[in-house]
């Protein structure tokens, strides 16, 4: 059964930092792994997918990148804004259908 | 290009009762999958609709179940319902038979069991 994990669970940092959200998953044989974004009681913002074969994808300011070998990815969001305080969660399939969530990361860029 | 979306936006029920959420999905996507979010945790997996059949279930019991019409819209309906089943309920569409099976979510249906 495939478990993710994502750390920190809640991350606090000034505007204009660089930061880094982990994420980590047990069973490496994945089609693909998604970053989303939650702000609070509302729905999930696609922010970047990965497919197996791929190493990193960018868009913007994001830019995520993945191990499948050792089960891990990365997002980095680079010169932080208030805006981007939200939940970020990553998600992995690796059935052709289900998406496994990880309980997400927290995220507070104050002004 | 329309994104998709879900109603009601809130609902409240007594334990017991049946209830049925609905979902549009994106313009030119076959394929509905349906989560359920607890507070303070990542959304669960319920199933999966493509092309008007069920794709996959995840580990949820027989009382929740779905439909997905010709127009690709579907329907999650929940009978016998617990206090437990109170969540966010999230419809994401996708362009099955792809690799590149990326999921767009709606903005999710607020359901509370009193």
């Known amino acids: 059964k495939q478990e993710v994990t994502q750390i920190p669970a809640a991350l606090s940092v000034p505007e204009g930092e660089n930061l880094v959200l982990n994420c980590s998953f047990t069973d490496s044989a994945i089609y693909n792994l998604q970053w989303f974004r939650q702000d609070p009681g509302k729905g999930l913002t696609s922010l970047l997918l990965?497919?197996?074969?791929?190493r990193e994808q960018t868009s913007g300011r994001l830019n995520a990148s993945l191990d499948k070998s050792s089960g891990r990815s990365t997002l980095y969001i680079a010169a932080s804004q208030p805006g981007d305080s939200a939940t970020y969660l990553c998600a992995v399939e690796n059935s052709g259908y289900a998406l496994n969530f990880g309980k997400g990361t927290s995220l507070l860029v104050t002004p | 290009e329309t994104g998709v979306t879900q109603s009601p936006t809130h609902l409240i029920k007594t334990r017991g009762q049946q209830v049925t959420l609905r979902c549009s999905s994106q313009s030119g996507h076959n394929t509905v999958s349906w989560y359920q979010q607890a507070l303070g945790q990542g959304p669960q997996f319920i199933f999966q609709?493509?092309?008007?059949?069920?794709?996959g279930r995840g580990n949820f019991p027989p009382r929740f179940s779905g439909l997905q019409f010709p127009n690709y819209s579907s329907e999650l309906n929940v009978n016998a319902l617990e206090l437990d089943d109170s969540a966010l309920y999230l419809c994401a569409s996708s362009f099955g038979g792809s690799e590149y099976n990326e999921q767009f979510f709606g903005p999710g249906t607020r359901l509370t069991v009193l």
């Open positions: 990965i497919q197996s074969s791929q």
């Open positions: 609709y493509y092309r008007e059949e069920e794709n």
